[in-house]
């Protein structure tokens, strides 16, 4: 009975021997899982920080798009402006009225005397008329 107690009690030991290695495997596994879980939180933590400084710059990028695309509007509308007062100014000038006459007095064939004098003109300038814009005989 001796031995039977005696193999019992090392099958028991035994049985506690794994039992505590198994125990002491599943407690290291446990931490190489803690370990990992703070990782990736701690990883996770700087995800949301560089979205949130994405966010930030994309939200500043945005107002700076809308502010150039504000002075873009305003400067096509001055551009557009400008382009109107400059027709008009070429519409009212009397240079340009003076010239437009003499090219069709030229054209219609009056001599360079006539030219001059009906348009006020130096000589220079309606020889240069006269012979820009006679017809060819």
């Known amino acids: ?11 028991l030991l035994a049985i506690i021997n794994e ?12 931490q190489q899982l803690q370990q990992q879980l703070e990782q990736q939180t701690q990883q996770l933590k700087r995800c949301y ?4 400084e994405l966010r930030s710059t994309v939200i ?12 873009l509007g305003q400067g096509m509308q001055q551009v557009a402006e400008l382009a109107e007062q400059q027709k008009s100014l070429h519409l009212f000038d009397p240079e340009s009225k003076i010239y ?9 064939g009056a001599s ?3 030219i001059m004098l009906e348009c006020e003109l130096p000589q220079a300038e309606a020889e240069l008329l006269f012979n820009l814009h006679k017809q060819p005989k």
Do not use: T
Request: aromatic fraction near 2%.
């Open 60 to 71: 500043g990028v945005g107002q700076r798009v809308l502010s150039l695309e504000s002075h």
């Open 112 to 114: 360079l005397d006539e």
């Open 49 to 52: 920080q560089d979205i949130e």
């Open 100 to 108: 437009s006459r003499a090219m069709k007095m030229v054209q219609m």
């Open 19 to 30: 039992n505590a290695a198994a125990s002491w495997q599943q407690q290291q596994n446990l």
């Open 1 to 11: 009975m001796a031995v039977i107690a005696s193999r019992q009690a090392r099958k």
